[in-house]
């Protein structure tokens, strides 16, 4: 048996620590092969979901839950998305520093991997050069298959240059998993402590782990996952963008604004994806907040004629 053939189950487990270690290059983007190896972290996960039978729930619990659901999906949405994907606003190195962190607890890799992929989603949206294209492939390998396949595995640091001068996020990027054990960590500890300080909370450390860390991640996953396969296949078109984004109501509360899809494809780079007031959009209403204390600044809107399907007023004046 060959040494390379010996070396690449170690590959790969060094991959869940180094995911830059000796990885697939840009010649293989186009493999579509599973690793199942590499994925098995991905799959404990929701099977680790089933440890609530064993550990019980609480409110405490389940509290702790829904505000670490709201910071992945505010880490996505806002930070990965509107931020490093699209640069819809501003703010300082601090604060996006803090973005790529809450955007790194949601566990979908680094904020370079995934903002380079979003990038390209937009270019090649519902085509064939699309990753994760429900039009194209099956909704499976648009939901989750396609970011488990060996060929999009790499950063693709050609597309995302301009956060990749950044050291510290460059490491979140590269040592992906130091956030999401970090947070796991502490959820347990804060679990032990509450169990042993406040005992008729009935909690434990292995309770809020569950609840809080494994279970919150796996919702966060599939939420923000329909994005890529449902939102490219129900709901209605309010523009004709060339690809078959959509807005879809009733998905706007769980992935907190990032249904509005046909509109951010119809705009992509507002920071507002629900471009009227009753599109509700808590992406949103959290970056007028952190505005508001002057941690973030210029948040891009879509212009009024661009929002109505109207003329550009500069053209409308040269006619």
């Known amino acids: 048996m060959s040494s390379s053939i010996l070396s690449r189950p170690l590959k790969t487990v060094v991959h869940w620590f180094d995911v830059y270690h000796d990885a697939p290059g840009p010649e293989e983007d186009g493999d579509q092969s599973i690793n199942f190896l590499r994925c098995l972290p991905f799959i404990l ?10 550990t019980g ?17 505010l880490g996505i949405t806002v930070g990965y998305h509107r931020y490093f994907a699209h640069r819809a606003f501003r703010c300082g190195r601090g604060m996006q520093f803090v973005l790529a962190v809450m955007g790194a607890m949601a566990v979908q890799r680094g904020p370079l991997w995934w903002a380079a992929h979003h990038r390209h989603h937009h270019k090649y949206s519902d085509t064939e050069e699309d990753h994760h294209s429900p039009v194209t492939r099956s909704f499976l390998w648009s939901h989750m298959g396609w970011f488990l396949c060996r060929g999009n595995f790499r950063t693709r640091t050609e597309l995302i240059g301009d ?14 998993i130091v ?3 970090v947070s796991f960590t502490l959820l347990w ?25 494994v279970i919150s991640t796996v919702l966060s996953y599939h939420a ?10 129900f709901g209605k078109k309010r523009y004709t963008t060339g690809d078959e984004s959509r807005n879809n109501l009733w998905l706007s509360p769980v992935t907190f604004g990032e ?44 212009p009024y004629h661009v929002r109505e399907g109207m003329p550009s007023p500069r053209r409308a004046q040269a006619a």
Request: charged share 10%; glycine share 8%; proline share 3%.
């Open 57 to 73: 729930v609480s409110l405490f619990a389940v509290a702790v839950l829904v505000i670490m659901y709201a910071i992945r999906v």
């Open 189 to 213: 500890v804060l679990g032990v402590v509450v169990g042993t300080v406040w005992p008729q909370t009935g909690t434990s450390g292995w309770q809020v782990l569950v609840w809080g860390g």
């Open 45 to 54: 996960l929701h099977v680790a979901c089933l440890a609530a039978i064993f």
């Open 163 to 176: 956060f990749a001068k950044y050291p510290e996020i460059r490491f979140l990027d590269r040592f992906d």
């Open 179 to 181: 956030v999401p054990v």
């Open 259 to 302: 249904s509005w899809h046909n509109n951010h494809h119809h705009f992509p780079a507002s920071a507002h994806l629900g471009f009227y007031w009753w599109e509700l959009d808590i992406g949103w209403y959290f970056l007028k907040a952190l505005e508001k204390f002057g941690l973030v600044w210029d948040l891009k809107r879509v």
């Open 224 to 233: 923000t996952f329909t994005i890529n396969s449902l939102v490219h296949v």
